[in-house]
C-alpha cells in the first residue's frame, strides 16, 4: 500500500491524473532550470551570541561595498536630472535669444543625453538597491526565526500569537518599504535639494536668498506640524494593525468553538470594532498628509508667482536674463517635489524605525531557560532523574509546586497522579527544561539541567505532551519528527506499535498521506496515537508522557499498553495520568496536590497506606463495579 506514490495505475477506473508526456518533458526542463537551494547549512545556537542592539546602521553594515555602488548611482542620477535647467538656461540665453541654432541644438543634445543617463542610472539603481534590501530581509527575517526559536515556552505562552506574527509580517514589511525605496530616495532627494540650493545661489544669489527666506520658514513650521502630528497617527496605526491580525489569529485558531457557540455575530462585532479603529487611524494619518501635501504645494504655487514677479522685475532691469528666470521656475519646482516625496518617505521612516524597535526589543529578549555559556553536553544517560526541593511558579511570586522531591531510578517507569490542576504537568515541563525551577534542583544522572547543553539533553528525552501537535506534512513527517533519517521500515514499526496500522493503511497514499495543520482532520485519540508513535520512533532514554492515552476508548488503550510495555523496557519514564488502571501499571505512584507530593510508594504501599491514593482507587472501583452492574 505504502510507497506507491504516482506510479499507481493509471487506468483504475479513476480519471488520469498523471502527467501527459509532453508535459513532462517542460516540467523536467523547469525542475532543471530552479534554483539548487542547498541544504540548510545553519549555525544555530541556543545561546544568543550577538548581543548588539538592532539598529538600521549595524543591518548595513554588512553590506557597505554594495551601499557605496548604491550612493554612486545616485548622486550620477541626481546631478544628471538636475543639468535640465541649466541646460535650458543656456538654450535660452546663449542659444535663443542670441538666434545661435548651434548651441539650441547642442544643448538639447546635451538635455537628451543627461536624461539618458539618467534613466539608465536610476533603473540601475533601483534594482541595485532592491537587490541590497532583500538581502537584509533575509538576514533579518532569518535572525528573526532563530531567535524565536530560541526563546522559551512562556514568551509564546504570554505573548499574542498574533503580535508575534506582526512582528514577521507587518514590521518586516515596514522594512521592506524602507529598503526598497526609503532610504535610497531619501538620499536621491536630498541630494536634489542640496544641489538645487547650491545652483540657485550660484546663478543669483539675491533672487535665491528671496526664495529661501519666502519658503522655508513657513515650510519649516508646517512640517514642524506635520512631524509630531504624524508621529502620534502612525503609533495609533501601528497598534491598529496589531490588533486587527491578532483578533483575526485567534478567531482563526478557534473557529470551531466560536461555530458551536453562536458567536459569530459578536466576533463579527468585536472585529468590526478592531478594525473601525484601525480605519480610524489611517483616517487620521489622510487626514494629516491631506493638510501637510497640498500645503507644501500652494507654498511652492506662492513661490514660483513671487519668484514670476521678483524675478520678472529684475530681468525688467536687466539684473537677470530670461533663461535664468526660467531656470529658477524649473529649479524651484524640482525643489518642491522631493518635499512632497520626503513627506511619504517620513511616514516610511517612522513605521521601519518603530519596526526596527520592535525586532530590536524581540531580538534582545533573552530565553527564560538560558542555556549556560559553559554549558555541556549532557554524556547518555541511564536516565536517573531527580527533584531536589524544586519550588517552582510561572509567576515567581505565585508558586504551583512546593518544595518538591522526587527520586526516580535508572528505568523505572513512574506514575504522577492527582487532581486537575496539582501540578502534575508542571513537573513534567520541569524535568524536560521547558522551565527552571525557581529554587531546588532537577538533575538527570547527577546533572543539572542547567549545566548541560538543551540540544543534548532534549535529543535523550521524550515528551509526549498533553495537546499532542501534529504539523501540516504527511504521515510519515509527523511520526519521524525526531528522527527525519528514519527508514520507512521503523515509521511502519512505531504505528504498528501504537495500533494505527489499519487507520493508515485506509489512507490513499499510506504513510505518505497529507494530516492537515494541527492534524485536524483526525481523531484526538488518532492525534495521541501519533504523537506516541513519534516517541516510539525516537526511543528516548526518559520519556515523559503527559496524559497520552487520555483520549483513547479503553480497548484502544489497552493495545496501547502492551505496546508502551515494549517501548518503556529498559527507559526511564513519567506517565501522569488520570486513569488509574494507567497508574497502577508503575513501578511507583506519586500522589500531587495542590504543588506537593502527598504520597510516594508502589500501588500495593499506596493501597495499603489507606491515604488518599486509597481512596481514589476505592472510589474508582466502585465506579467500574457500577459500571459492570448495568444491565
Ligand atoms: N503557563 C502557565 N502560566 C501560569 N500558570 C500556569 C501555567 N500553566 C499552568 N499553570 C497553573 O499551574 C497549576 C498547575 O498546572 P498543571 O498544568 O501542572 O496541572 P496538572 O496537574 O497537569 O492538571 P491536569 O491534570 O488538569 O493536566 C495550575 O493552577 C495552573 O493554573
Ligand atoms: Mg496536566
Redesign the pocket.
Known amino acids: 500500500m505504502h510507497g506507491g506514490g504516482f506510479a499507481g495505475n493509471p487506468g483504475g477506473g479513476l480519471p488520469f491524473a498523471g502527467i501527459p508526456p509532453e508535459l513532462q518533458t517542460r516540467v523536467e526542463k523547469v525542475i532543471a532550470d530552479e534554483p539548487a537551494w542547498s541544504d540548510p547549512d545553519v549555525e544555530f545556537s541556543q545561546v544568543v551570541k550577538d548581543r548588539r542592539p538592532l539598529s538600521l546602521r549595524r543591518l548595513m553594515a554588512p553590506h557597505r561595498r554594495a551601499l557605496v555602488v548604491a550612493a554612486v548611482l545616485v548622486v550620477v542620477e541626481t546631478v544628471c536630472l538636475q543639468a535640465g535647467p541649466q541646460l535650458t538656461q543656456i538654450g535660452i540665453d546663449r542659444g535663443i535669444l542670441p538666434r545661435h541654432l548651434a548651441v539650441v541644438v547642442g544643448a538639447a543634445i546635451a538635455y537628451i543625453v543627461a536624461v539618458a543617463v539618467t534613466a539608465v542610472a536610476s533603473g540601475a539603481r533601483v534594482a541595485w538597491t532592491g537587490r541590497i534590501g532583500q538581502g537584509l530581509l533575509v538576514d533579518l527575517r532569518v535572525r528573526i526565526f532563530a531567535h524565536l526559536q530560541r526563546l522559551s515556552?512562556?514568551f509564546f505562552?504570554d505573548e499574542k500569537a498574533g503580535v508575534i506574527m506582526t512582528r514577521m509580517t507587518s514590521d518586516i514589511e515596514n522594512l521592506n518599504q524602507l529598503f526598497q525605496d526609503g532610504l535610497v530616495n531619501f538620499a536621491v532627494q536630498g541630494l536634489t535639494m542640496l544641489i538645487v540650493t547650491a545652483v540657485l545661489f550660484h546663478m543669483n544669489a539675491r533672487l535665491a536668498m528671496v526664495t529661501v527666506l519666502m519658503i522655508v520658514p513657513s515650510l519649516a513650521v508646517l512640517s514642524l506640524w506635520f512631524r509630531a502630528s504624524s508621529d502620534r497617527a502612525y503609533a495609533r496605526v501601528r497598534d491598529g494593525i496589531a490588533n486587527v491580525l491578532s483578533d483575526l489569529q485567534e478567531s482563526l485558531s478557534g473557529v470551531r468553538i466560536v461555530a458551536a457557540h453562536n458567536r459569530q455575530t459578536q466576533n463579527i462585532v468585536a472585529h468590526r470594532n478592531v478594525v473601525g479603529e484601525y480605519r480610524d487611524a489611517n483616517n487620521e494619518t489622510a487626514r494629516i498628509n491631506g493638510i501637510y501635501g497640498p500645503g507644501t504645494d500652494l507654498l511652492g504655487w506662492l513661490g514660483q508667482t513671487t519668484l514670476l514677479l521678483v524675478g520678472g522685475w529684475m530681468v525688467l532691469h536687466h539684473q537677470l536674463t530670461i533663461g535664468q528666470l526660467t531656470a529658477f521656475i524649473l529649479y524651484l519646482n524640482a525643489f518642491f517635489a522631493p518635499i512632497q516625496q520626503l513627506v511619504q518617505l517620513y511616514n516610511t521612516y517612522q513605521q521601519g524605525r518603530a519596526s526596527i524597535l520592535k525586532l530590536r526589543d524581540l531580538l534582545l529578549t533573552e530565553p527564560s531557560v538560558p542555556e549556560a555559556p559553559d554549558a555541556r553536553p549532557l554524556p547518555p544517560i541511564t536516565g536517573e532523574v531527580r527533584l531536589d526541593h524544586v519550588t517552582f511558579g510561572?509567576?515567581p511570586d505565585n508558586p504551583?509546586l512546593h518544595d518538591v522531591s522526587l527520586e526516580i531510578g535508572e528505568g523505572e517507569t513512574f506514575s504522577l497522579v492527582?487532581?486537575?490542576?496539582?501540578?502534575?504537568?508542571?513537573?513534567?515541563?520541569l524535568v524536560t527544561r521547558f522551565y527552571d525551577p525557581t529554587e531546588g534542583s532537577v538533575t538527570i544522572d547527577g546533572h543539572d539541567l542547567r549545566s548541560v547543553t538543551l540540544e543534548s539533553l532534549r535529543r535523550q528525552l521524550g515528551v509526549v505532551p498533553?495537546e499532542p501537535f501534529l504539523f501540516a506534512g504527511t504521515i510519515r513527517d509527523n511520526v519521524a519528527f525526531a528522527r527525519p533519517g528514519a527508514s520507512d521500515e521503523e515509521v511502519w514499526a512505531a504505528i504498528r506499535a501504537v495500533g494505527l496500522t489499519e487507520l493508515v493503511e485506509r489512507m490513499p497514499e499510506g504513510i505518505d498521506s497529507f494530516v492537515h495543520e494541527r492534524g485536524s482532520s483526525l481523531a484526538s485519540g488518532e492525534r495521541q496515537l501519533l504523537a506516541l508513535a513519534r516517541a516510539f520512533l525516537a526511543r528516548p532514554r526518559v520519556i515523559v508522557l503527559?496524559?497520552a492515552t487520555s483520549n483513547l476508548d479503553l480497548q484502544s488503550e489497552t493495545k496501547v499498553e502492551a505496546a508502551l510495555d515494549a517501548l518503556l523496557e529498559g527507559r526511564t519514564a513519567i506517565i501522569?495520568a488520570?486513569r488509574l488502571s494507567t497508574a497502577m501499571r508503575a513501578d511507583r505512584i506519586a500522589v500531587?496536590d495542590q504543588?506537593r507530593i502527598l504520597e510516594i510508594g508502589s500501588h500495593d504501599d499506596l493501597v495499603a497506606r489507606d491515604g488518599r491514593y486509597a481512596e481514589m482507587y476505592a472510589t474508582w472501583i466502585s465506579h467500574l463495579e457500577a459500571d459492570h452492574a448495568l444491565p
Open positions: 515556552l512562556d505562552t510561572y509567576d504551583v492527582g487532581p486537575t490542576g496539582a501540578g502534575k504537568s508542571t513537573i513534567a515541563k498533553q503527559d496524559e501522569i488520570h500531587v504543588g
